[in-house]
């Protein structure tokens, strides 16, 4: 690949923990290339990426029951667990690379251990999340998890909720001390710096307006300098479009074939978090609910320990709403802006096929704090008013989509990447698993854009991933080296034990 005035080899869109992910894997496997980075705002990690704009939760299906849904024979399918928990394994093990190789100094920077849980009321709940424990510890990726519905231990796992219970209604949990509280914000900070020791040039507050492919087929990408509101071309013959819920848009400007007959869903999102010592101090896991009928998987209530800034703080939420802006920082006319001839129809059919969740997100938007205030309590009963802030979260944007099996505008929760044919550009879409699995769908990237390249680069992805390519819950025994050498350097193991002597103390 060349490189020259206004050339390069690379140009990624967007500052979040997707590019950085991407950006990192490209220096350690073809270092002479030469990468530029284009972000709107004035610093990395500022948009769903930061803490206090996701819910921190380093999903590995360990705590989520909407990864577990029962069967109509009644039993229960852990498929998507076991997905969502190998693709966090390829982030763990690639974040154990960069800590050993010493580009992260201290892991606890941006990950801790945490107990994850899952937490049902009521006789047909309790059934349910029996079934599903008993079938998940037969997979050794699920080893170690516990399930009790005696009050007794609950009460010294989760204090906090069992104070002042009157409810007669049956309680009952599961818990794994594996669970990990990730601070993406603080990892994207971390990897844009070493990015920036390797040469990388990104540039902050400049904004990407459009691009279009050159004769030779690169990319020819449009950008506005923000500060001196200049406008400037780069050339590049890949690009990545990390832009979070930006990313539509620009996927539209490529006009590439994939990207026709695709809209975007936008579901704003905001947390109550505690600003009472004590509080904060009676609780240490996350705990995962059950979401209400009717509500989109990515607003099932959770109540959260997190690590943010080095202190130790309480998260419940995220509520979710309903905005028309695709980032937090975007544009009342993002939605309408992205309806297109060619997906018009595709969004009305999903506007028609969505009015209960819109309605359901419109409802949401508008409850007063004291009805968040009610929904906490369902966790917290004693929880006051007075002890909770509102704090406004990022924006997802989920990806509708004409399907087989769901039809003409289907809304989708997971997360995509669209790329060209020719593998010159590539756009992640979608928000859910989320930063968890930046690893996993960055390589999927690195597969749809450089398949004749993917083999010579395999021993170096093997060398960062020991695990690529092998499925670890067939192969236990590797499952738990890996499993253990990930703790070990990620500092999970020693704190893990002060943790829970801290917790029996
Ligand atoms: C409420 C909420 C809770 C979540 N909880 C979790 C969780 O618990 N665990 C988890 O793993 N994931 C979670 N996620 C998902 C996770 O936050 C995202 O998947 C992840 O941060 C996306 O990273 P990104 O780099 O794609 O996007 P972002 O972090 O949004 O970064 C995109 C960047 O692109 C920039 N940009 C956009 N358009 C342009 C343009 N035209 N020109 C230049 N720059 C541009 C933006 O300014 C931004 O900095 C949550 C998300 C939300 C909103």
Redesign the pocket.
């Known amino acids: 690949m060349s490189s020259g005035q206004g050339k390069t080899d690379v140009i990624l ?8 992910t991407l950006g990192t894997l490209l220096k350690e496997l073809v270092p002479e290339w030469e990468i530029k980075v ?4 004035g610093s ?7 803490e206090w ?7 590995a299906a360990l705590c989520e029951l909407n990864y577990t849904p029962e069967n109509p024979d009644g039993s229960v399918d852990i498929s998507k667990a076991i997905g969502v928990n190998e693709q966090f394994q390829l982030s763990r093990q690639f974040w154990t690379f960069l800590v050993n190789k010493g580009i992260i100094k201290d892991p606890s920077e941006f990950i801790m251990p945490l107990p994850h849980m899952s937490m049902v009321q009521g006789e047909e709940n309790i059934a349910f999340l029996k079934k599903r424990v008993e079938a998940l510890t037969k997979n050794p990726l699920f080893y170690g998890m516990e399930f009790s519905d005696h009050p007794e231990t609950l009460k010294d796992w989760i204090p906090l909720i069992m104070e002042g219970r009157t409810s007669n209604e049956p309680i009952a949990a599961t818990k794994i001390d594996s669970g990990t509280d ?1 601070n ?1 914000g603080a990892l ?1 900070r971390m990897l844009f710096d070493h990015l920036q020791d390797r040469d990388v040039q990104v540039h902050y507050n ?4 459009g691009m279009k492919r050159t004769a030779d087929g690169s990319w020819e990408v449009k ?1 506005e300098d923000l500060g001196g509101k200049n406008i400037e071309y780069h050339t590049a013959k890949f690009v990545f479009i ?6 539509l ?2 996927l539209q400007k490529t006009r590439i074939q994939e990207s026709k007959q695709i809209g975007g869903f936008p579901v704003s ?1 905001l ?1 109550l978090v505690c600003k009472n010592q004590d509080v904060i101090d009676k609780h240490q896991a996350k705990v995962y609910g059950k979401a209400k009928v009717g509500a989109p998987p ?1 607003s099932v209530p959770h109540l959260d320990t997190r690590y943010i800034d080095h202190q130790k703080t309480l998260l419940f ?2 509520f979710a709403g309903f905005s028309p802006k695709f ?1 937090k ?1 975007g544009s009342y006319f993002d939605l309408i802006g992205s309806v297109k001839p060619n997906n018009i129809f595709t969004m009305l059919a999903a506007g028609i096929k969505n009015i209960p969740l819109t309605k359901y997100l419109i409802q949401q938007v508008l409850l007063s704090k004291e009805k968040r205030m009610e929904e906490l309590r369902e966790f917290i009963p004693n929880a006051a008013s007075e002890d909770w802030d509102i704090v406004v ?4 944007v989920q990806v509708i989509k004409d399907t087989e099996s769901g039809g003409k505008g289907t809304l989708q929760f997971g ?1 995509e990447v669209v790329s060209a044919e020719d593998g010159s550009v590539a756009a ?1 879409l979608g ?8 690893v996993h769908v960055m390589l999927e990237v690195l597969k749809q854009c450089f398949p004749s390249q993917m083999k010579e680069w395999e021993g170096k992805i093997k060398e960062m991933i020991p695990s690529y390519g092998i499925s670890l819950s067939n192969h236990p025994e590797f499952f738990e080296r890996i499993h253990e050498q990930t703790a070990e350097s990620l500092g999970l193991m020693n704190k893990q034990q002060e943790v829970s002597r801290v917790m029996e103390s």
Do not use: D
């Open positions: 869109i967007g500052a979040g923990v997707m590019s950085a284009f972000e709107k705002l990395p990690g500022e948009e769903s990426s930061n704009n996701n819910a921190g939760t380093g999903h990730v993406f994207t400049h904004c990407v307006k950008v990390g832009g979070g819920g930006g990313s848009p620009l999102g947390f990515m939420g995220p980032l920082t979260a990022g924006q997802r997360t992640l928000a859910s698993p989320g930063a968890s699995t930046a």
